[in-house]
C-alpha cells in the first residue's frame, strides 16, 4: 500500500508543460515569437526518493510542428534487486543527459510526439561484481491529449512507447511511459 501512495504522489506531483504559443504565419515574425520553454519536474521521498528535472525549449517550425532539444537530471536512492545475482543492493545514483523532441498538433487537443533521449546511467554489470557507467539511449513514439483551461494553462496526458528499453540498464521500470501535468 505504502508503494502505491508512494506512485500516486510522483504521479500526480510530477509537471510534465509544454508552452501552447501560437504565431501568425502571415506576419514576419521573429526569432523568439516561435519560442516556447517547458519540460518535467517530478519528487519523491521515503524509502526510494527520486528527483527529476527534465527542461525543455522548443522552436515552433509551424503552428502544429515544432522541435526543440532538452537536458534532464535524475537523482534517485534507494534499494535494487540485481536479477543475475539475487541480491538485493542500495545505491545511489545521479543520472543525467540530453534529448531532442518532435510535436505535431494533430488537433488543438490531440498531438503526435517523438523523442530521443540518452541518458549517463550506473548499472550492475553482468557478473553483478560492480556498477558499470554507460550512455543509455532511448527513443519515444506517441502522442497526448491537452484541454486548455485558460490562456496559456492546460492540462496534458502524454503516452510514450521506448523502442529502445534495455530491462538491464534503462532508468525506466518499462518501455511504457505516461506522463502527465499542467501546463503554466
Same mark, same amino acid.
Given at each position: 500500500?505504502?508503494?502505491?501512495?508512494?506512485?500516486?504522489?510522483?504521479?500526480?506531483?510530477?509537471?510534465?508543460?509544454?508552452?501552447?504559443?501560437?504565431?501568425?504565419?502571415?506576419?514576419? %515574425?521573429?526569432?523568439? &515569437?516561435?519560442?516556447?520553454?517547458?519540460?518535467? /519536474?517530478?519528487?519523491?521521498?521515503? &524509502? /526510494?526518493?527520486?528527483?527529476?528535472?527534465?527542461?525543455?525549449?522548443? =522552436?515552433?517550425?509551424?503552428? !502544429?510542428? %515544432?522541435?526543440?532539444?532538452?537536458?534532464?537530471?535524475?537523482?534517485?536512492?534507494?534499494?535494487?534487486?540485481?536479477?543475475?545475482?539475487? !541480491?538485493?543492493?542500495? =545505491?545511489? $545514483?545521479?543520472?543525467?543527459?540530453?534529448?531532442?523532441?518532435? !510535436?505535431?498538433?494533430?488537433?488543438?487537443?490531440?498531438?503526435?510526439?517523438?523523442?530521443?533521449? $540518452?541518458?549517463?546511467? &550506473?548499472?550492475?554489470?553482468?557478473?553483478?561484481?560492480?556498477?558499470?557507467?554507460?550512455?543509455?539511449?532511448?527513443?519515444?513514439?506517441?502522442?497526448?491529449? /491537452?484541454?486548455?483551461?485558460?490562456? !496559456?494553462?492546460?492540462?496534458?496526458?502524454?503516452?510514450?512507447?521506448?523502442?529502445?528499453?534495455?530491462?538491464?540498464?534503462?532508468?525506466?521500470? $518499462?518501455?511504457?511511459?505516461?506522463?502527465?501535468?499542467?501546463?503554466?
Amino acid at each position: 500500500m505504502k508503494k502505491l501512495v508512494q506512485v500516486l504522489l510522483l504521479f500526480l506531483l510530477s509537471s510534465y508543460c509544454f508552452g501552447q504559443k501560437q504565431f501568425d504565419p502571415e506576419a514576419e %515574425s521573429k526569432f523568439f &515569437d516561435r519560442v516556447y520553454f517547458g519540460g518535467t /519536474f517530478s519528487f519523491q521521498f521515503g &524509502d /526510494f526518493t527520486a528527483i527529476v528535472i527534465s527542461p525543455v525549449a522548443g =522552436y515552433m517550425v509551424t503552428n !502544429r510542428f %515544432s522541435v526543440g532539444p532538452g537536458i534532464t537530471y535524475q537523482y534517485l536512492k534507494g534499494e535494487a534487486f540485481d536479477f543475475n545475482t539475487g !541480491r538485493v543492493y542500495n =545505491y545511489n $545514483s545521479n543520472i543525467y543527459g540530453f534529448s531532442a523532441f518532435a !510535436r505535431y498538433n494533430i488537433t488543438p487537443m490531440f498531438f503526435a510526439y517523438t523523442e530521443y533521449e $540518452s541518458l549517463k546511467v &550506473d548499472f550492475p554489470s553482468f557478473d553483478g561484481s560492480e556498477l558499470v557507467r554507460e550512455w543509455v539511449p532511448g527513443y519515444f513514439i506517441g502522442g497526448g491529449v /491537452f484541454q486548455p483551461i485558460g490562456g !496559456r494553462a492546460g492540462l496534458g496526458l502524454t503516452v510514450l512507447l521506448n523502442l529502445l528499453h534495455d530491462d538491464r540498464k534503462s532508468p525506466y521500470n $518499462s518501455n511504457l511511459i505516461i506522463r502527465a501535468g499542467i501546463t503554466l
